[in-house]
């Protein structure tokens, strides 16, 4: 079973930038498809962005596409999230996840077998 591990979140102002990024425990990560989704106090856990298994497609939620770039490094098994222009609606916990079933791109947040623990963003204004 893969571990997902997230790290880089903190406290940013509107505007500012964060870098997430999240490792995982096996080589097999690099066969999966990855996606990172988001969770605001309240709200359900939404879909951020999604990587196929060799970096070649990504996918973005329409609010962020332009500000964020999600990325994979298959050879150190880490997955991660630039996120630049952050306004205080991004505020969130932010999770990496694993399709361990896919590796084109998964937005589906049932699909992902695999889910790190979270990184806190909190964006002041």
């Known amino acids: 079973q893969v571990q997902l591990v997230e790290s880089g979140g903190g406290l940013v102002q509107a505007g500012g930038s964060l870098r997430l990024s999240c490792a995982a425990s096996e080589r097999t990560f690099s066969n999966y498809a990855m996606g990172w989704f988001r969770q605001a106090p309240g709200k359900e856990r939404e879909f951020v962005a999604a990587?196929?298994?060799?970096?070649?497609?990504?996918y973005y939620l329409d609010s962020v596409r332009g500000r964020f770039t999600i990325s994979r490094d298959n050879a150190k098994n880490t997955v991660s999230l630039q996120m630049n222009s952050l306004k205080p609606e991004d505020a969130a916990v932010y999770y990496c996840?694993?399709?361990?079933?896919?590796?084109?791109?998964?937005?589906?947040?049932?699909?992902?077998?695999?889910w790190g623990q979270g990184t806190q963003v909190t964006v002041s204004s």
């Open positions: 990587i196929s298994w060799r970096g070649g497609s990504t």
């Open positions: 996840a694993a399709d361990k079933d896919s590796r084109l791109i998964v937005t589906i947040r049932e699909e992902y077998d695999y």
